[in-house]
């Protein structure tokens, strides 16, 4: 475990994160139709239902995203992606203790989320997009940085690192340069090695072993590997069948000094980081 060089207390909108504890974030996806017309009201309430479930299983945060990064989805206009996310933060932030992450490169829906009651920007693309630096400057929210090469959909294509986690380390420093740029200070910001994005499975198990190097930009880390084809691959299990895997990573995760988990098995993540926590506070 690695002591903090960092304030534990993370202002998210209206709620605080504490980064002295370790903490689940539980997804939650505003998929393709989601909300089209026949089913609005009754799938909007069952994606509803389903973050109260995570909430009351443990999670401290939900990442709402309503647009999907795996390769080959369809691109999604910024008012579409507005109209899936837009209705689960209003309802979240109106029924929910929790803190709502939206998982978003798209300014738009930054700004208007915040005004929604989002607690923090969590962009895949880092904040690379026009416009999404000064959307988020202007939210005044904490924002998760994420390394990734290129576009979800062509970020597979054959990616070569020297040094995979020197490299990814590069990357978000420069990324937090440009924030500071615009007035997002380094105390307002959330690294992501950005497991799955970019990477071979050489290149995610490389990068997992030696994430305590990030540790030195001095920023609270936070590890996305739930179901990913990383488990998939590593294991030769389909998508279904990663529970495991995705749990032995997150414990491994939390004691490289990993702040935030986020998964889609909340309730399974919760018991490892109790049960870890019961072990470390131990005499
Ligand atoms: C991540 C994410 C991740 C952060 C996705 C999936 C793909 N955001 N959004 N980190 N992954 N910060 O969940 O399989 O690893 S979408």
């Known amino acids: ?129 026009d416009g999404a630096l000064d959307a988020a400057a202007a939210t005044g929210l904490p924002v998760c940085l994420m390394h990734m090469l290129g576009e979800p959909g062509d970020m597979q294509d054959n990616p070569q690192y020297d040094n995979v986690t020197a490299a990814v380390a590069t990357f978000l420093r420069e990324r937090m340069d440009a924030c500071a740029s615009v007035g997002i200070e380094a105390d307002r910001i959330i690294l992501d090695p950005g497991f799955g994005f970019a990477k071979t499975l050489a290149h995610n198990l490389s990068l997992f072993k030696h994430m305590e190097a990030l540790h030195g930009l001095g920023r609270p880390l936070l590890v996305g590997v739930s179901r990913k084809s990383m488990i998939g691959l590593a294991l030769g299990r389909p998508v279904d069948e990663r529970l495991y895997g995705g749990l032995a990573l997150a414990a491994l995760a939390m004691t490289k000094g990993a702040k935030i988990l986020r998964v889609h098995d909340v309730a399974e993540t919760v018991d490892v980081v109790r049960m870890i926590t019961a072990v470390e506070s131990a005499e």
Do not use: K
Request: net charge negative; hydrophobic share 40%.
């Open 1 to 129: 475990m690695t002591s903090e060089q960092y304030p534990t207390r993370l202002p998210c909108g209206n709620r605080v994160l504490d980064l002295a504890h370790t903490h689940v974030m539980g997804i939650l996806n505003a998929t393709p139709d989601s909300f089209s017309d026949g089913g609005r009201f009754s799938q909007l309430d069952a994606a509803l239902r389903h973050a109260e479930g995570m909430v009351a299983a443990g999670a401290t945060l939900i990442d709402v995203g309503g647009e999907s990064t795996r390769p080959g989805a369809r691109v999604v206009s910024p008012l579409e992606e507005l109209e899936r996310v837009a209705p689960l933060v209003e309802a979240i932030h109106r029924e929910l203790d929790v803190i709502i992450s939206v998982d978003t490169s798209t300014p738009a829906v930054m700004r208007e989320t915040a005004r929604l009651g989002a607690g923090l920007i969590n962009d895949v693309r880092s904040l690379r997009r």
